[in-house]
């Protein structure tokens, strides 16, 4: 078996670009190319490999930086085949604008393959001619001697040559169809350029985590390696061949592959955490894969990514009219331009949009493709069920890398109608306004240091004319606005502090308040904490003259537990005493109230922090001066807080509740403290502060606020905060009749966001687990089961914070009897000879309303006979005449009977009898024939007296029947 694919021969496969060439035009009358079409061409482009070889680890540094350069590269993929380093350290892959930067920890090292030997690591391919890489270590911590990180080689792709089309190429940027026929477009943003063992195109497969390719794009599990480049598209029709926003997916799994040829595919995933956060099925969509054949002469299109060019484009003419399927069998045959790069493709019908071929391959007379009919035959046992169907992608995807610093970063601006809103329910919360305030988003994250997956809250915030407010409100300006991001720590108090983070953003912008037409955003976090010290300064602030102060440093904290040095800055007139955290001094004497600034600086190795304390020290009283009389007793002040507070656990990340304090009274000060239980407290110094209740947490926590009034005096109120874990019950009776109107109630403990209802979704399953009934609805009708017992399981779920549960509950369905009377059959011989044993059977029969059948044998002329059940037996009788007996078989079910007659012919004894010696009771010797009853037999071997020829039990054995004697 050939296998069209180059591999390298050392630790991990090639990247090779390819591959299938392209047709030029082609007469769907005359073409009859066959599965072993010897001018099939597949012409590889590989990638340049340049060999490294070197361990690039600076023993000397905390950071190691080495950038990777050659001129003319479109992209470079670094290989490493050894990576030694503490846990505590991570590697950042980058371009040097940072507008192309990834994070990979000791987690990402040490991925094994299935038989457990360490695999080589390869990071995500970076764009340009420049890859820069930074090793970070943990604050204070200097590389040790195993610590290692070998570059083995790095591969670069140069520019593209191959040119393979024949005739004119009629091709076209995928973004010039957006106004033409914008179906096609959107099936177009499915596809991603693979870079795999060979370059390639791959697409999105339904609603489910699935890629497709072609096998000799990708066929083993080095598939880790790969990834695909999604919306890699021009920016506008007739640009030039560049894409600004792709958003780079590194692949997951290996599902199932073919062998090539008929079989040349590839199912696979994407890494789940990327697939998942970036909302790729959202943005980008899914296509299905046509399950019966496609018809001869049916019109086509092929979006791509050929050429070796990273931006997609779409082939759907061939001398000016529609391309066309020609030859259809386990392969499809078709007239569509392609080139190099475009092997994995889908060919889709344009008239359903659906995938009727997998493009693998190319001649000088026409394209080729798996049929989707065959492709579906190889892969639904892998489809999850319900999979297999289309999903249209937002689009129109604008990307940002944000590199997140101290301060708010500008990931994008819009006009002054535009509003951002977030994806499949995630909640963003809000606080202030448009003028002052922000919007909080709770996210899943990847901790490369820790190796977890942790939730990160980012503040995004719009600056306009109004200020720099929060996403809900909007600023009455029309000017434009810009969206910034941010991070703060009391956001997120249960976060590492040397946390190293990637995340996605994702985003909805709406371009005015009725815009039905939605563009996304997709924004990629890349977090790398401040491990340096912290400094706090505390310490009187209002001081009178010749009061002793004393300020403190103490509270500095260091992260990494090194100890801390402390440099005093004192202002002018102080005459201070400093002893290292601690600083003393007299107020002065002084004319005026004056403010004094001092200032801590605390430092661990080789980075620091500065904190500042202003304290005020008030003017010296004069003898003659007339003081201000008293002021009146001032009302102590009264602290209200909201009602308790209950709500549900979320599964996918936690929430910030409100304890809300700002109606208390006459308070100057609010503090809140948490009395007991296992939620979070922040902002506990504001009025309004928040109880944060993780993710999959219950309990209750009890928290205190206390206000402090003008005269310091206090006063106390608390509040409980519950979560209970979601929950849904079935209501409804467990016994039915079949027919009746009947329903079964699900009730979740939940909602969704602004208190829309909890999404249920019902599946009824019968004894055998066959699921007759599904419905998505809060109440489901059982009216039209049928009789027998079943298993109806809900799951009520909503985006509201992951949450879902799940219930069961037992049905029998008890069938209506239909008033109709059984049916009675009888099996049996027709006819019998004299002194033959023979037996009728009614069991055949039925009971029409799923009953118990009873029997009643009667027989006329009379003879002997004994019934059991839905037997008969009896012995013919001899007499000297043919004579018909009419049997008849009563079944009855409940109170209706049927019935049902057998006739049976007995035969007369045959009046000339044979000369054969008549049986006599005594031993016999093999071979001696005698006669019985009028019929002949004999003896097989020595007999006994009791071995009587024809009784029960003996015939055949020791005696023959040779029939009647005649």
Not at 787 to 804: M, N
């Amino acid at each position: 078996m050939q296998k069209f694919m180059i591999k390298h021969a050392g630790l991990v496969p090639l990247i090779l670009l390819s591959l299938a060439t392209t047709a030029a035009h082609a007469n769907a009358k005359t073409i009859t190319p066959t599965s072993s079409d010897s001018s099939i061409q597949y012409p590889i482009q590989k990638a340049t490999k340049v060999a490294y070889a070197k361990d690039i680890l600076n023993r000397g540094a905390e950071t190691t930086t080495v950038e990777i350069r050659t001129t003319g590269s479109q992209w470079s993929k670094l290989y490493f085949s050894k990576i030694a380093l503490p846990k505590g350290a991570y590697i950042e892959i980058s371009n040097p604008e940072r507008t192309e930067v990834s994070l990979y920890g000791w987690r990402d090292f040490m991925r094994t393959y299935p038989n457990g030997s360490q695999r080589t690591f390869s990071p995500t391919s970076i764009s340009g001619d420049t890859t820069v890489i930074q090793i970070v270590y943990p604050q204070g911590v200097t590389p040790g001697d195993r610590d290692s990180v070998y570059l083995a080689y790095y591969e670069i792709k140069q520019g593209d040559k191959l040119k393979t089309i024949l005739g004119q190429d009629e091709r076209i940027h995928a973004i010039c169809m957006k106004s033409t026929n914008n179906a096609f477009y959107q099936r177009s943003q499915a596809i991603g350029l693979a870079s795999m063992e060979a370059s390639g195109t791959s697409w999105s497969v339904g609603n489910q985590n699935l890629m497709m390719t072609n096998h000799h794009i990708v066929s083993d599990d080095d598939v880790e390696f790969g990834e695909v480049w999604f919306n890699s598209r021009a920016d506008a029709c007739g640009a030039s061949d560049s894409a600004q926003n792709v958003v780079r997916i590194k692949a997951g799994k290996l599902i199932t592959t073919g062998q090539g040829s008929d079989t040349d595919y590839t199912l696979f995933t994407l890494d789940q955490f990327d697939y998942k956060n970036a909302k790729i099925k959202t943005l980008f969509g899914g296509l299905r894969i046509q399950e019966k054949r496609s018809a001869v002469g049916e019109t086509v299109y092929i979006p791509q990514h050929g050429s070796g060019s990273s931006v997609a484009k779409i082939a759907h003419t061939k001398d000016g009219e529609a391309c066309k399927i020609s030859v259809v069998g386990t392969k499809t045959y078709y007239n569509c331009d392609t080139q190099s790069g475009a092997s994995g493709s889908p060919v889709l019908s344009q008239k359903s949009n659906e995938v009727v071929a997998l493009h693998r391959a190319g001649s000088a007379t026409a394209n080729n493709g798996v049929s989707s009919w065959f492709l579906w035959e190889k892969i639904k046992s892998f489809m999850p069920a319900g999979s297999n169907v289309e999903v249209l992608g937002v689009g129109d995807v604008v990307t940002a890398t944000v590199n997140l610093k101290a301060a708010p970063v500008l990931v994008k601006s819009v006009n002054g109608n535009a509003s951002f809103e977030t994806f499949d329910g995630d909640e963003m919360v809000h606080f202030g306004s448009a003028k002052n305030g922000y919007s909080t988003l709770a996210v899943e994250a990847k901790d490369v240091v820790s190796g977890n997956i942790v939730q990160v809250t980012y503040r995004l915030a719009l600056k306009s004319a109004c200020g720099l407010g929060n996403l809900a409100q909007a600023c009455a300006s029309t000017s434009a606005k810009n969206l910034h991001i941010s991070y703060d720590d009391a956001d997120n108090p249960n976060l590492e502090t040397n946390a190293a983070i990637t995340s996605w953003i994702p985003l909805k912008i709406l371009s005015s308040p009725t815009a039905t037409k939605e563009q996304a955003l997709l924004m990629k976090i890349v977090h790398v904490h401040n491990t340096g010290p912290v400094a706090y300064l505390v310490g009187k602030k209002i001081a009178k003259a010749n009061e002793r102060v004393s300020l403190s440093g103490g509270a500095s904290k260091n992260p990494e537990g090194k100890p801390l040095t402390y440099q005093w800055t004192v202002p002018a007139g102080i005459d201070a005493t400093v002893n290292n955290s601690g600083l003393t001094f007299n107020a002065p004497v002084l004319a005026a109230d004056t403010s004094f600034t001092f200032v801590i600086k605390v430092t661990a190795g080789t980075k620091s922090s500065k904190a500042s304390h202003i304290v005020t020290v008030m003017k010296t009283d004069n003898a003659g001066e007339i003081k201000p009389p008293p002021l009146p007793p001032v009302s102590p002040p009264q602290a209200i807080v909201g009602g308790n507070i209950n709500t549900v656990t979320t599964a996918s990340y936690g929430f910030a509740y409100k304890l809300d304090g700002s109606k208390s009274l006459r308070a100057e000060k609010y503090a809140w403290e948490k009395l007991s239980g296992p939620f979070n407290l922040r902002n506990a110094d504001q009025a309004i502060a928040e109880a944060i209740v993780g993710k999959n947490q219950t309990g209750e926590s009890v928290y205190q606020l206390t206000v402090t009034g003008k005269d310091g005096k206090q006063h106390q109120a608390n509040l409980k905060v519950a979560a209970v874990a979601t929950s849904v019950t079935i209501s409804g009776a467990n016994a039915i009749n079949q027919g009746a109107v009947v329903s079964l109630l699900a009730q979740a403990n939940f909602s969704g966001a602004g208190g829309v209802a909890a999404v249920y979704s019902w599946k009824v399953r019968d004894m055998n687990g066959v699921i007759v009934l599904q419905e998505t609805q809060q109440q489901l009708n059982l009216s039209g089961l049928a009789g027998g017992k079943y298993q109806a399981t809900v799951e009520a779920s909503s985006p509201h914070g992951g949450r879902q549960a799940t219930a069961q509950h037992a049905v029998t369905v008890i069938k209506k009897l239909e008033n109709k009377p059984p049916i009675a059959l009888v099996a049996g011989p027709r006819s019998a000879e004299a002194g033959a044993a023979v037996m009728l059977n009614a069991a055949g029969s039925s009971a029409t309303g799923g009953g118990t059948l009873r029997y009643d044998w009667k027989v006329s002329p009379q003879l002997p006979f004994n019934a059991n059940g839905a037997k008969l037996t009896f012995t013919a009788p001899q007499s000297t005449q043919d004579t018909i007996y009419t049997f008849t078989v009563s079944v009855m079910e409940g109170n209706r009977t049927a019935e049902k007659t057998h006739l049976v012919l007995v035969h007369k004894v045959a009046e000339n009898v044979c000369d054969i010696p008549q049986w006599e009771k005594k031993s016999y010797k093999g071979g001696i024939e005698v006669r019985v009853n009028g019929r002949r037999y004999i003896s097989r071997w020595f007999t006994e007296p009791h071995h009587i020829p024809g009784s029960a039990g003996w015939i055949g054995a020791p005696w023959k029947d040779n029939g009647v004697c005649k």
